[in-house]
């Protein structure tokens, strides 16, 4: 049976942009700035961010399956949700990507 195990520490994410098969990273930097300029907060950005990637919001663990995961996490804020730490690769996304296109002002994104 595979373990994999994985590291996981702040700004983590920032060395995984990889984005969806079929969106090209300038799609996601774009992306991210017209929802930006529509009012979303940097929890609302990140969503975005791991739904357009290939690797968080738990795709890595997703990825590995049917190996064990076993992943180590460093943070240095207290409290920090694990789904928030590198964008989570290896946790599931708690937020609907919907709830934040509903959120933002729609009219704004053209």
Same mark, same amino acid.
Not at 5 to 22: C, D, K, N
Not at 76 to 99: E, F, Q
């Given at each position: 049976?595979?373990?994999?195990?994985?590291?996981?520490?702040?700004?983590?994410?920032?060395l995984t942009?990889?984005?969806?098969?079929?969106?090209s990273?300038?799609?996601k930097?774009e992306?991210?700035?017209?929802?930006a300029?529509? %009012?979303? &907060?940097?929890?609302?950005?990140?969503? $975005?961010?791991?739904? *357009?990637?290939r690797?968080?919001?738990? !795709? /890595?663990?997703r990825a590995?399956?049917?190996?064990?995961v076993?992943t180590l996490?460093?943070?240095d804020?207290?409290?920090?949700?694990?789904?928030?730490?590198?964008? %989570?690769p &290896?946790?599931?996304?708690?937020?609907? $990507?919907?709830?934040? *296109?509903?959120r933002?002002?729609?009219? !704004? /994104?053209?």
């Amino acid at each position: 049976d595979d373990v994999v195990f994985v590291l996981m520490s702040g700004g983590g994410s920032a060395l995984t942009p990889a984005p969806v098969e079929g969106v090209s990273l300038a799609d996601k930097i774009e992306a991210t700035k017209v929802t930006a300029k529509a %009012g979303a &907060t940097i929890n609302e950005l990140n969503t $975005l961010r791991k739904h *357009l990637s290939r690797f968080k919001g738990g !795709r /890595l663990a997703r990825a590995a399956h049917p190996a064990r995961v076993v992943t180590l996490v460093l943070s240095d804020v207290v409290g920090d949700a694990l789904d928030v730490i590198a964008s %989570g690769p &290896t946790v599931p996304d708690r937020k609907l $990507l919907i709830h934040l *296109l509903h959120r933002l002002d729609l009219s !704004r /994104l053209s």
